[in-house]
């Protein structure tokens, strides 16, 4: 080799295998940046300071962009003026042709090879005395140089060692920066022990959510990001493809770029496998998740957990489940690859595994994932055994809706075609989607094959038939509560069964327990409600939690029926909590639990302020139990009519009741026609409140208005509470009376507190309006005394224009001191305010609307109160929301009506 720069080693002997000249110098110079290259500010930060370590290394699997970042950290570390060799490495690189290519690097990236010598004395020495040499020429440069070594892990085993060798003992100006997807056994550990060495692994490489906007550059919609976020959980490479396949425009793009990325993961991911390596990581792709023991359960070994630890293909591809270390995801990408591979190479095995893992999973109690197992392995006698053996209301107790929804997903035809207690799940299933005619007809089916519910298939279990059949026949009625005692006592198995099967008997005696418990609720049988409530939480396991919660609600709504404000905060509090952490994804039945405290709240005149859309929106809350669905759509009607006026909860309500008519569910429809009835004599249109009455087919007789033998005890309330007032309204006082006094003394013999405050305070309103002050007075006073023991004082609020003028005359005759004290604590509540159906306006809406009604434009209304022109916006929006309207015109004509404006 000539002396001084202008030499090239590029054409000695030493290299006679390498190729041609382009193929040299490509093997020496770093790639160029691909098109549409990001920088990553974290990850720059982490590599800047490579030339004042020893050893800097990337190591993750293909496609992580390690070559991309060395070529970048090696060009931005040319253009500060330092030498920097670059190597792409492969499996031909011998030790003599590293060596070769060592000075070859070197010299293209400015370094003085000079003091090599002559080209004979080179091209003769042995390839450690090569590299000797290359050190000895960095070592005069006199300044920092840096060698950047791609794909290491490709390298034989001498030239391996011949580069560890370089790495302890290296010319003091030397610099490294190397890649590899698996260590090929340079010795990182004591340079990094050193703290001379990083090194940067696959979960730092992996792009950052802000990366991989950035990445895009705005160009997908929120819901495409976290598609390809899902799909590509930060791989580079699959980024990169989702990219230029142009992903943006989805539709079959994303499919495509998909069947592009997992083509790299065949071709060069996984090219070094062994074929046990490979059997393995197929084996682990057919898991959801991977769990060591749940594998080693599966596949009768007792060592997964070592097994993915030393598969390298896995290093990069395994990412926690929910930040749960013990629990890893393999990247759905290379999943999906080693899934249809194993599909093509072993589908028996595939099959075999699926149904290994859905037993195991089934006898772990993960419901779920072990329908979807069975479900892939093409068994449905499988997937219907996995299933019938909980049942229905098993899987409500569990998880309430949600797991029925998933069950049903797995049900086919044939599935069912033998499996009544199947079909009564999708009986469930179907009413509880809006599909009540078709469940009708389906339990109705069930019950002709199965002797009404009494025979189950061969082999089947009649009790849990029962069991299944009584909750299907609750669901098609609105609830449990819709159906008595008596109802439960001719369907359900009796207790006490033999003892060989204890499971199977915990679970009839919690289904028992906890169906009497609601039956009881809803007639207003507390003591044994309670009973039946507490026994069945003594029976619930941690995995019946959606039981518990039920109970608990059933036994909050009866301390609130009967005025134990404590026990019901509490119970409602627990079950709230419960929902909230369990159905994070379901927020209807966390809805529930705040409809029922908002009533509570409301019961004690505890205002709230609620949107009016979240107030519609409590009236769609599935209507799974018909006492919480008609309990939202009273507590949004009164909330509605308080904060938004009387337009909008007739709105509401009127919407409400067609919505519900249409549902099929007598009792519900019963009870939200009384409600809506009530609200129209409340705002005087008394005549459409008996039509409506006479058209919805509503009862008139007393004796079947508080009739608590044949409907529940919320039903009957609203019944006879919009009857007293209706008739009031007619001119038939003394009716009224009689059965005002009728619900007072059935709701007394019940315990039902709050249903003999509402009577007490209707009978008050007829006897105020018959003038008749003495009997109005001692009403009210029977209400004082009962209000005593609970502040639910929201019916004389209600009632305000009777109640407040009784008060004082009471006041005035000088009661007694514990009446005169409940008195004066009632007539702060009543007494508050104006009217509590009109909405307050603020000083600044005040002058908003006064512009309105000068016809002003938002201009000239911002410029007269020195606002912006959002400023007006933002007031006519509360205006809005306040007066139920969506105009200017309407908002006008609103206040106007409410008189607000002088």
Excluded at 259 to 267: F, K, M
Excluded at 308 to 319: E, M, Q
Excluded at 408 to 428: G, I, M, Q, W
Excluded at 562 to 579: D, F, I, N, P, T
């Amino acid at each position: 080799m000539p002396s001084g720069t202008g030499g090239s080693i590029g054409g000695d002997e030493s290299t006679a295998g390498v190729g041609p000249g382009w193929f040299q110098k490509a093997k020496v110079r770093p790639p160029e940046s691909p098109k549409g290259y990001v920088s990553r500010p974290s990850l720059a930060r982490r590599l800047e300071g490579v030339l004042q370590r020893r050893l800097t290394v990337l190591q993750a699997p293909a496609g992580f962009g390690k070559t991309t970042l060395l070529a970048d950290v090696a060009r931005r570390t040319k253009e500060q003026g330092v030498v920097v060799g670059w190597i792409s490495l492969d499996n031909d690189d011998t030790p003599n042709v590293f060596g070769s290519y060592l000075a070859y690097a070197f010299e293209q990236g400015g370094l003085d090879l000079g003091v090599l010598g002559a080209h004979d004395t080179w091209s003769s020495s042995p390839a450690a005395q090569q590299v000797g040499m290359v050190a000895h020429a960095v070592e005069s440069h006199a300044a920092s140089c840096l060698l950047v070594l791609d794909e290491v892990e490709r390298l034989p085993r001498p030239t391996v060692r011949l580069v560890d060798e370089l790495l302890k003992r290296p010319p003091s100006d030397l610099r490294v920066a190397m890649a590899f997807r698996s260590n090929p056994g340079v010795d990182v550990t004591t340079h990094v022990l050193q703290d001379r060495a990083i090194v940067v692994g696959a979960e730092e490489l992996r792009f950052s959510r802000s990366d991989t906007r950035r990445f895009f550059a705005g160009n997908l919609s929120r819901a495409q990001l976290a598609v390809v976020e899902e799909r590509a959980l930060g791989w580079p490479l699959a980024l990169t493809v989702y990219r230029n396949t142009g992903v943006a425009e989805m539709g079959g793009s994303v499919a495509d770029a998909a069947e592009l990325a997992e083509s790299y993961i065949g071709v060069s991911l996984l090219r070094d496998l062994s074929r046990e390596d490979r059997t393995c990581l197929f084996d682990l792709a057919v898991f959801d998740w991977i769990e060591a023991s749940l594998v080693d359960d599966v596949l009768g070994s007792s060592d997964a957990r070592v097994r993915v630890g030393r598969l390298p293909a896995l290093n990069g591809f395994l990412s926690p489940v929910q930040g749960d270390d013990a629990l890893l995801r393999l990247h759905p990408l290379l999943r999906e690859y080693c899934l249809e591979a194993l599909s093509v190479e072993d589908p028996v095995r595939k099959r075999a595994l699926h149904r290994r893992i859905a037993l195991e999973l089934a006898r772990r109690g993960q419901l779920t994932p072990s329908w979807r197992h069975a479900n892939a392995s093409g068994d449905t006698e499988l997937v219907a055994e996995l299933i019938e053996g909980f049942g229905a209301f098993e899987l409500w107790v569990r998880d309430g809706v949600t797991r029925l929804v998933s069950a049903y997903r797995f049900l086919t035809p044939e599935t069912t075609a033998s499996n009544p207690r199947l079909d009564l799940l999708r009986c469930v299933v179907l009413c509880l989607s809006s599909k009540r005619e078709e469940a009708l007809g389906l339990f109705e089916a069930v019950s002709r094959r199965t002797d009404g519910f009494t025979r189950d298939r061969e082999g089947g279990d009649a009790e849990a038939l029962a069991v299944d059949g009584v909750f299907a026949r609750a669901v098609l009625a609105g609830g449990t509560s819709e159906l008595s005692p008596s109802d439960l006592d001719s369907c359900l198995p009796p207790s006490g069964p033999a003892a060989s099967d204890h499971e199977r008997n915990r679970a009839l005696d919690c289904a028992r327990h906890t169906m009497y418990c609601i039956a009881h609720y809803g007639r207003a049988n507390f003591a044994k409600s309670r009973e039946h409530g507490q026994t069945a939480q003594a029976h619930f396991t941690q995995e019946r939690w959606f039981g518990d919660v039920l109970v608990n609600v059933c036994l909050g709504m009866s301390a609130m029926a009967q005025g134990h404000v404590q026990e019901a905060s509490e119970r409602y509090r627990l079950a709230r909590k419960v929902a909230r952490r369990r159905l994070a994804s379901d927020p209807c039945f966390a809805g529930s639990t705040d409809v029922l405290i908002f009533e509570l709240d409301i019961e004690r005149n505890r205002k709230r302020e609620i949107r009016q859309r979240t107030l519609k929106r409590l009236t769609q809350l599935p209507r799974v139990w018909v006492e919480i669905h008609a309990t939202a759509i009273a507590v949004a009607a009164e909330l509605m009519l308080e904060q938004y006026g009387r337009k909008a909860a007739l709105q509401l309500l009127s919407q409400a009741v067609e919505d519900v008519r249409r549902g099929g569910i007598e009792s519900l429809s019963n009870n939200l026609s009384a409600l809506f009835a009530y609200y129209l004599v409340e705002v005087g249109r008394s005549s459409e409140a008996a039509q409506v009455w006479s058209d919805h087919g509503l009862p008139c007789e007393v004796t079947d208005l508080v009739d608590l033998e044949h409907r529940s005890w919320r039903t009957m309330e609203a019944l006879s509470c919009a009857r007293v007032r209706l008739l009031l309204a007619l001119g038939e006082s003394v009716a009224a009376e009689e059965l005002a006094g009728r619900l007072c003394d059935v709701a007394s013999s019940h315990g039902l507190t709050r249903t003999l405050l509402r009577g007490l305070a209707l009978s008050m309103v007829v006897a105020h309006k018959e003038r008749d002050a003495e009997r109005a007075q001692a009403r009210l006073t029977e209400f004082l005394h009962v209000l005593r023991d609970v502040d639910y004082v929201r019916p004389l609020v209600r009632h305000r224009e009777v109640s407040l003028p009784v008060l004082r005359g009471l006041l005035g005759a000088d009661p007694d001191g514990d009446t005169r004290r409940m008195a004066e604590f009632a007539l702060l509540h009543v007494g508050k305010s104006t009217t509590a159906t009109s909405p307050v306006f603020s000083s600044r809406e005040l002058d908003v609307l006064a512009g309105l009604e000068q016809g002003l434009r938002n201009k000239e209304i911002a410029g007269r109160l020195g606002i912006t022109d959002e400023g007006v916006r933002y007031h006519l929006r509360n205006i809005y929301r306040k007066t139920g309207t969506t105009s200017r015109a309407e908002a006008l004509r609103c206040a106007k009506s409410l008189r607000v404006l002088t």
